[in-house]
């Protein structure tokens, strides 16, 4: 948001152009002086002007007279250069209109003869296009000059320290340019310094700054600062000796820690701009007593804690912004004392309690923002009684109730009511029908259940973005007089979409003009054919956004996508449409396209491979057929996500997938698919590498208020789920249900990066590679193959996993010990002749030579428990060789039993003798 300038800097700020020019024309009776019309004839002869903008310079002519040209009254010397370009053109310029624009920015190089215009005071070569060459040097020796405007005109290299020559300088602006400075030593000589912006300037080596303000006391004048350093620290107490400063902007910069206590010193503080920081703790009280304040920015930082009663001290503050923080407390009562208050914005934080009724008192309030907090309770009417200047009214995503009485009229005319999330009653809002001047409207699941009333069908024709979602509205839209974004998600809508034949603008002449770029329609009862809408309303239009999906439309999508170039996304998907993808959807600009569980067929037109910056190709759960075409790395090498689940593809995986090193999902399960697994697979440059992974992009609305982030309905982990914020996050290939053949290629283990594979139900053979234990898997499914052998040890090693499934295989032996592989129940390794925990099947100590003729696994029938040979075998070598020698030879068990008489008699008397 830009810093307004506070009221004491306007006496200064008089060097404007219209200003200016009025004293040009002024002068029209003198003529220039003749050295300083071929000084500036000697400056244009060294630019680079492809429109012809100086036309005007001319020899002989009266330089005075000469475009961008001020001359001083009396005296006729040129004093002022007004050499900036028109502004740039809007959003909805056309590409000559920018074209015209780029061709009017100044460039080339700057000739010295500008020295001879020794009363030139005033220099602006803003927004021109210099980024091949630095500040001139001798611009440090235009000793009269008292207003320099370099800004945005894409110099670079090093700030030139003679700048510090021109003690005259009151205003210097070098922002949005390609800048460094090693030293600010310069700085001191700019005695007359009164507003200064080094915006964007890479001063992370000007470490000196720090001692400039000791230096000169002089610079105790300057009144405007604006530091906004790239990626510098640069805040010492020593700045703060500038006890004269009015506005001070440090935004978007590398701030930490806590708001230094510095600013205690600054009480002639109108503006504090900290926004977009790093700055965390507590708001600090100090600034509490900058009473003088017009404008406090702190937001986007990392600050806690409590809004204190003492902000209630901050009397002269019009414009408080403390949004994108992580404050926690209720927003105080004392808010109502900021009489002067014209923009509140307190959203994005974790603020809770209630609205405070004193904010009815700011009678001066135009900006009020507290959405996406965790604000509850009851809105009265009475909060709104004196909030008559409110324009913008923004409180979604909290848990607030407002259901004023059905005549109530609201004494504010907005242009902006988001109020989602709200319960606002099960009747359609009726003060709405009062707010003549609505451009943006959010109302979505609001417990509305209701019939939308014609009144609000002809409310406002400045209507830009519309959000009805998540409610229960029923019936039929017969138009909308919307410019930019529809909104009608999850309703109970109903009718053809023919009857959205109005959804346009209408220009001053009475013809129509289609300009809605976002209409999302999904989750109603929406019937019919696509004809109308796409042939009729959208075409020749600017739509970038397109969902009619999971509603009830039936035939065929009409061929007329021709003019749709800035067509962007397109979500058909859950319908009953049937036919053939119409070629001309392959002359679209499409990102997206979602064609999911309709009952289209046939093949793939060859059209589609002129969407080369297609990330997302959905053609999932229909009747395609046909081989999956070569042509899609070709052309559609942006792809990230391809998803031809469950249709009739036959013939080969493609080799040519194998290139599209920005895939992170494969799906092309439940087809008709033969052949092997190519090995080139392990080419698939995203789910190997990180740094190949796509950053999904963002769409948004004009408005601000539309997000459109890509979305995709992927089956993982056994189950479907819809992926949107974390889609960039998951990789998967699911190629199971076909009839593919040969062994699991080893190389997909070099797919470090792939999350879920499936190769289930297919006719796979051989052993299940070592590789696979090498992957981070989290959901691994080789179910219904024909694999045979062990399960690789190297599975021990899969820590992540929560999906796994071997079952209905030819399967042996041991199941790998491991923390993962033991915390799946049996039904993950049936069908197998697996042993060992999570089965109840032991293993035994030892086991038999594999059975060759059995595909290489071990006979069951055939284990041996060697424990218990042995033990039969001990007992029988013992019995026969010592028992039955004396139960059949007399003289040896003779011996034996006068031996055992011997042994029992000296045992006898040795106890005896002990006994004594």
Same mark, same amino acid.
């Given at each position: 948001?830009?810093?307004?300038?506070?009221?004491?800097?306007?006496?200064?700020?008089?060097?404007?152009?219209?200003?200016?020019?009025?004293? $040009?024309?002024?002068?029209?009776?003198?003529? $220039?002086?003749?050295? /300083?019309?071929?000084?500036?004839?000697?400056?244009?002869?060294?630019?680079?002007?492809?429109?012809?903008?100086?036309?005007?310079?001319?020899?002989?002519?009266?330089?005075?007279?000469?475009?961008?040209?001020?001359?001083?009254?009396?005296?006729?010397?040129?004093?002022?250069?007004?050499?900036?370009?028109?502004?740039?053109?809007?959003?909805?310029?056309?590409?000559?209109?920018?074209?015209?624009?780029?061709?009017?920015?100044?460039?080339?190089?700057?000739?010295?003869?500008?020295?001879?215009?020794?009363?030139?005071?005033? %220099?602006?070569?803003?927004?021109?296009?210099?980024?091949?060459?630095?500040?001139?040097?001798?611009?440090?020796? !235009? /000793?009269?000059?008292?207003? !320099?405007?370099?800004? @945005?005109?894409?110099?670079?290299?090093?700030?030139?320290?003679?700048?510090?020559?021109?003690?005259?300088?009151?205003?210097?602006?070098?922002?949005?340019?390609?800048?460094?400075?090693?030293?600010?030593?310069?700085?001191?000589?700019?005695?007359?310094?009164?507003?200064?912006?080094?915006?964007?300037?890479?001063?992370?080596?000007?470490?000196?700054?720090?001692?400039?303000?000791?230096?000169?006391?002089?610079?105790? &004048?300057?009144?405007?600062?604006?530091?906004?350093?790239? =990626?510098?620290?640069?805040?010492?107490?020593?700045?703060?000796?500038?006890?004269?400063?009015?506005?001070?902007?440090?935004?978007?910069? +590398?701030?930490?820690?806590?708001?230094?206590?510095?600013?205690?010193?600054?009480?002639?503080?109108?503006?504090?701009?900290?926004?977009?920081?790093?700055?965390?703790?507590?708001?600090?009280?100090?600034?509490?007593? !900058?009473?003088?304040?017009?404008?406090?920015?702190?937001?986007?930082?990392?600050?806690?804690?409590?809004?204190?009663?003492?902000?209630?001290?901050?009397?002269?503050?019009?414009?408080?912004?403390?949004?994108?923080?992580?404050?926690?407390?209720?927003?105080?009562?004392?808010?109502?004392?900021?009489?002067?208050? =014209?923009?509140?914005?307190?959203?994005?934080?974790?603020?809770?309690?209630?609205?405070?009724?004193?904010?009815? /008192?700011?009678?001066?309030?135009?900006?009020?923002?507290?959405?996406?907090?965790?604000?509850?309770?009851?809105?009265?009417?009475?909060?709104?009684?004196?909030?008559?200047?409110?324009?913008?009214?923004?409180?979604?995503?909290?848990?607030?109730?407002?259901?004023?009485?059905?005549?109530?009229?609201?004494?504010?005319?907005?242009?902006?009511?988001?109020?989602?999330?709200?319960?606002?009653?099960?009747?359609?809002?009726?003060?709405?029908?009062?707010?003549?001047?609505?451009?943006?409207?959010?109302?979505?699941?609001?417990?509305?259940?209701?019939?939308?009333?014609?009144?609000?069908?002809?409310?406002?024709?400045?209507?830009?973005?519309?959000?009805?979602?998540?409610?229960? %509205?029923?019936?039929?839209?017969?138009?909308?007089?919307?410019?930019?974004?529809?909104?009608?998600?999850?309703?109970?809508?109903?009718?053809?979409?023919?009857?959205?034949?109005?959804?346009?603008?209408?220009?001053?002449?009475?013809?129509?003009?289609?300009?809605?770029?976002?209409?999302?329609?999904?989750?109603?009862?929406?019937?019919?054919?696509?004809?109308?809408?796409?042939?009729?309303?959208?075409?020749?239009?600017?739509?970038?956004?397109?969902?009619?999906?999971?509603?009830?439309?039936?035939? &065929?999508?009409?061929? $007329?996508?021709?003019?749709?170039?800035?067509?962007?996304?397109?979500?058909?998907?859950?319908?009953?449409?049937?036919?053939?993808?119409?070629?001309?959807?392959?002359?679209?600009?499409?990102?997206?396209?979602?064609?999911?569980?309709?009952?289209?067929?046939? #093949?793939?037109?060859?059209?589609?491979?002129?969407?080369?910056?297609?990330?997302?190709?959905?053609?999932? #759960?229909?009747?395609?057929?046909?081989?999956?075409?070569?042509?899609?790395?070709?052309?559609?090498?942006?792809?990230?996500?391809?998803?031809?689940?469950?249709?009739?593809?036959?013939?080969?995986?493609?080799?040519?997938?194998?290139? *599209?090193?920005?895939?992170?999902?494969?799906?092309?399960?439940?087809?008709?698919? !033969?052949?092997?697994?190519?090995?080139?697979?392990?080419?698939?440059?995203?789910?190997? @590498?990180?740094?190949?992974?796509?950053?999904?992009?963002?769409?948004?609305?004009?408005?601000?208020?539309?997000?459109?982030?890509?979305?995709? *309905?992927?089956?993982?982990?056994?189950?479907?789920?819809?992926?949107?914020?974390?889609?960039?996050?998951?990789?998967?290939?699911?190629?199971?249900?076909?009839?593919?053949?040969?062994?699991?290629?080893?190389?997909?283990?070099?797919?470090?990066?792939?999350?879920?594979?499936?190769?289930?139900?297919?006719?796979?053979?051989?052993?299940?590679?070592?590789?696979?234990?090498?992957?981070? *898997?989290?959901?691994?499914?080789?179910?219904?193959?024909?694999?045979?052998? #062990?399960?690789?040890?190297?599975?021990?090693?899969?820590?992540?996993?929560?999906?796994?499934?071997?079952? @209905?295989?030819?399967?042996?032996?041991?199941?790998?010990?491991?923390?993962?592989?033991?915390?799946?129940?049996?039904?993950?390794?049936?069908?197998?002749?697996? $042993?060992?925990?999570?089965?109840?099947?032991?293993?035994?100590?030892?086991?038999?030579?594999?059975?060759?003729?059995?595909?290489?696994?071990?006979?069951?029938?055939?284990?041996?428990?060697?424990?218990?040979? +042995?033990?039969?075998?001990?007992?029988?070598?013992?019995?026969?060789?010592?028992?039955?020698?004396?139960?059949?030879?007399?003289?040896?068990?003779?011996?034996?039993?006068?031996?055992?008489?011997?042994?029992?008699?000296?045992?006898?008397?040795?106890?005896?003798?002990?006994?004594?």
């Amino acid at each position: 948001m830009t810093t307004p300038l506070p009221l004491s800097l306007f006496p200064f700020l008089l060097f404007i152009p219209a200003f200016c020019f009025t004293i $040009c024309h002024a002068n029209s009776n003198l003529l $220039c002086i003749e050295s /300083e019309r071929e000084a500036l004839l000697k400056f244009k002869n060294h630019l680079i002007d492809r429109s012809n903008r100086l036309s005007s310079w001319i020899e002989g002519g009266d330089c005075c007279e000469w475009t961008g040209i001020v001359c001083h009254n009396s005296t006729g010397h040129v004093n002022q250069l007004h050499l900036a370009p028109l502004s740039e053109p809007d959003e909805f310029a056309t590409n000559a209109e920018w074209e015209a624009y780029y061709n009017s920015l100044l460039g080339g190089k700057i000739n010295s003869s500008l020295l001879e215009l020794k009363h030139l005071s005033f %220099l602006d070569l803003s927004n021109n296009n210099f980024s091949s060459i630095h500040i001139p040097k001798f611009f440090g020796l !235009l /000793e009269s000059l008292q207003y !320099l405007n370099l800004s @945005y005109a894409q110099f670079q290299g090093a700030i030139p320290h003679n700048l510090g020559n021109l003690s005259k300088l009151q205003y210097l602006d070098l922002r949005g340019n390609d800048l460094k400075s090693k030293s600010l030593q310069w700085v001191p000589g700019l005695s007359s310094l009164q507003y200064l912006d080094l915006s964007f300037a890479n001063l992370s080596k000007a470490t000196d700054w720090v001692q400039v303000p000791l230096k000169l006391p002089s610079l105790l &004048e300057l009144q405007f600062v604006i530091l906004w350093f790239r =990626k510098c620290f640069i805040f010492d107490q020593l700045i703060f000796s500038l006890h004269g400063l009015l506005s001070i902007d440090f935004s978007v910069n +590398s701030l930490e820690g806590p708001v230094p206590d510095y600013f205690g010193n600054t009480s002639f503080l109108e503006v504090l701009d900290l926004n977009l920081n790093n700055l965390n703790s507590s708001i600090p009280n100090f600034l509490y007593s !900058l009473n003088r304040l017009h404008f406090l920015s702190l937001s986007s930082n990392q600050l806690q804690g409590t809004i204190s009663s003492a902000i209630g001290n901050l009397s002269s503050v019009t414009h408080l912004d403390l949004s994108e923080n992580q404050l926690n407390s209720q927003i105080p009562l004392s808010i109502g004392k900021l009489s002067s208050l =014209k923009l509140f914005d307190v959203s994005e934080n974790q603020l809770n309690g209630q609205i405070p009724s004193s904010i009815g /008192e700011l009678s001066s309030l135009k900006y009020f923002d507290v959405s996406e907090n965790q604000l509850n309770g009851i809105v009265l009417e009475i909060y709104f009684s004196n909030l008559t200047r409110l324009t913008t009214l923004k409180a979604s995503q909290n848990m607030l109730r407002f259901e004023p009485n059905s005549s109530w009229i609201p004494p504010f005319q907005c242009q902006t009511i988001e109020l989602g999330r709200w319960q606002l009653g099960l009747k359609f809002p009726y003060w709405l029908k009062f707010q003549k001047n609505l451009s943006e409207l959010d109302i979505s699941g609001a417990g509305i259940s209701d019939f939308v009333p014609i009144w609000f069908l002809n409310l406002s024709p400045k209507f830009k973005y519309v959000n009805l979602s998540y409610n229960q %509205l029923a019936g039929g839209i017969s138009y909308l007089n919307v410019k930019d974004s529809v909104d009608l998600t999850s309703n109970r809508f109903t009718g053809p979409l023919s009857r959205y034949n109005n959804l346009h603008a209408s220009d001053p002449i009475g013809t129509t003009i289609p300009t809605l770029q976002f209409l999302i329609l999904s989750n109603n009862s929406f019937s019919g054919s696509l004809f109308e809408l796409v042939c009729h309303s959208l075409s020749r239009g600017r739509i970038e956004v397109l969902f009619i999906d999971k509603n009830l439309l039936t035939g &065929e999508i009409p061929d $007329c996508w021709n003019h749709l170039e800035s067509l962007k996304i397109l979500n058909l998907g859950n319908n009953n449409l049937t036919g053939k993808i119409p070629p001309s959807l392959g002359r679209t600009g499409l990102h997206w396209l979602n064609l999911r569980n309709n009952s289209m067929f046939g #093949e793939l037109p060859s059209t589609l491979q002129n969407l080369t910056n297609l990330c997302i190709l959905d053609l999932s #759960e229909n009747h395609f057929s046909g081989n999956i075409p070569a042509w899609i790395d070709d052309k559609l090498s942006s792809l990230t996500v391809l998803s031809l689940r469950s249709n009739n593809f036959d013939g080969y995986i493609p080799h040519k997938i194998c290139d *599209l090193q920005y895939l992170q999902n494969l799906d092309l399960s439940h087809n008709n698919i !033969l052949g092997a697994i190519p090995n080139c697979l392990s080419n698939l440059s995203a789910m190997a @590498y990180r740094r190949y992974q796509k950053n999904y992009q963002f769409l948004w609305a004009s408005t601000r208020t539309t997000l459109i982030s890509f979305s995709a *309905l992927l089956m993982l982990k056994g189950r479907e789920d819809d992926y949107s914020a974390t889609l960039g996050l998951v990789t998967s290939m699911d190629l199971s249900a076909n009839s593919l053949t040969g062994e699991i290629p080893k190389e997909l283990g070099s797919l470090v990066e792939l999350r879920s594979l499936n190769l289930s139900r297919n006719l796979l053979t051989g052993n299940i590679p070592d590789e696979i234990g090498n992957m981070e *898997l989290e959901s691994l499914d080789l179910s219904m193959n024909q694999l045979n052998g #062990e399960i690789p040890s190297s599975f021990s090693n899969l820590n992540f996993l929560n999906h796994f499934n071997v079952s @209905y295989n030819n399967l042996t032996g041991q199941i790998p010990t491991s923390t993962q592989l033991q915390s799946f129940e049996n039904f993950s390794y049936m069908g197998n002749h697996l $042993c060992g925990p999570p089965l109840t099947k032991h293993c035994s100590t030892k086991r038999s030579p594999p059975d060759v003729a059995n595909n290489g696994s071990s006979s069951e029938g055939s284990n041996v428990n060697w424990l218990y040979v +042995s033990i039969v075998l001990g007992f029988v070598m013992g019995f026969w060789g010592v028992v039955a020698p004396l139960f059949f030879i007399r003289s040896w068990r003779h011996a034996y039993y006068l031996k055992l008489d011997h042994v029992s008699r000296k045992l006898y008397v040795s106890w005896a003798t002990m006994g004594m």
